[in-house]
């Protein structure tokens, strides 16, 4: 598990390169590419600050031989800045990312995409690559599938399963949105709730489930909590 860095010039050599990569890996291997652009500040790593750069995030439950080979081919791709991709107990989970541990005021949104082909990939890196006016702290593509793609056996809400790929920013609060939008030829039409937070993100609850979901979720919850009084975050409003 880990990270690797790369600088912002390569975004578009180490996107497409990953891109590939998703569609030939174990679901054992889980992975995301983060487009950073981080502030000069004492909290951001020295060789990040004020720059433009390519976070590729790995986790890999199977053997540790096996995964050094598969993240080879990324390793290759570009010219790492900085390499934490080793073997480390699923309590270090938390440290591939390296997120701040305090509160930052910072707004996420999100959409779902179905694919990530070239055209898809070429459109990203138009609206958020490297030369492009995009100011946002983060854009994150995610890879879904493996177990997250299969139905349960007991029917649940999870409202990702047909989705390929999350693709996720990080803003200021007021920022205006210039990459979901660009993007959404390539959407699934939902959103992914564990990726919505801001103010301007509380009424998008019902835009990340299907409607039959939706309204089973609606039915529970006229059920179980008539008075609306679970209202705050992203509530479902009730209906008979």
């Known amino acids: 598990m880990g990270g690797i860095h790369f600088p ?34 004492a909290d951001v790593p020295r060789f990040l600050r004020g720059t433009f750069a390519v976070h590729v995030r790995i986790a890999f439950t199977g053997p540790a031989e096996e995964g050094e080979r598969l993240v080879r081919p990324l390793r290759a791709c570009g010219t790492p ?30 959409i779902v995409l179905k694919e990530l082909e070239v055209g898809a990939t070429e459109a990203l890196l138009e609206v958020a690559g490297a030369g492009s006016s995009c ?31 999350t693709l996720s920013t990080l803003s200021s609060p007021g920022s205006p949105d210039v990459v979901l939008g660009p ?41 179980v909590d008539p008075g609306n009084l679970f209202r705050l975050g992203h509530p479902i409003a009730p209906r008979p």
């Not at 891109?19 to 679901?27: D, I, K, L, S, Y």
């Not at 983060?138 to 809400?157: C, Y």
């Open 8 to 41: 912002g010039e390569e975004a578009a050599q180490v996107l497409h390169t990953w891109r590939r990569w998703t569609a030939t890996v174990p679901e054992e291997m889980t992975s995301s590419v983060s487009l950073l652009r981080l502030p000069d500040v």
């Open 81 to 110: 800045s900085a390499d934490s991709v080793a073997e480390m107990p699923y309590a270090a989970v938390a440290d591939i990312h390296q997120d701040p541990t305090r509160p930052l005021p910072y707004h996420e949104r999100n």
């Open 135 to 165: 100011g946002d702290l983060m854009v994150e593509v995610r890879h879904l599938g493996g177990a997250l793609s299969r139905p349960a056996e007991v029917p649940n809400a999870v409202g990702v399963r047909e989705g390929a790929y």
């Open 183 to 223: 993007m959404e030829p390539w959407s699934t039409g939902l959103r992914y709730l564990n990726f919505l937070a801001g103010a301007d993100t509380a009424g998008p609850a019902g835009e990340c489930f299907g409607p039959e979901t939706l309204n089973r979720l609606a039915r529970v919850k006229a059920a």
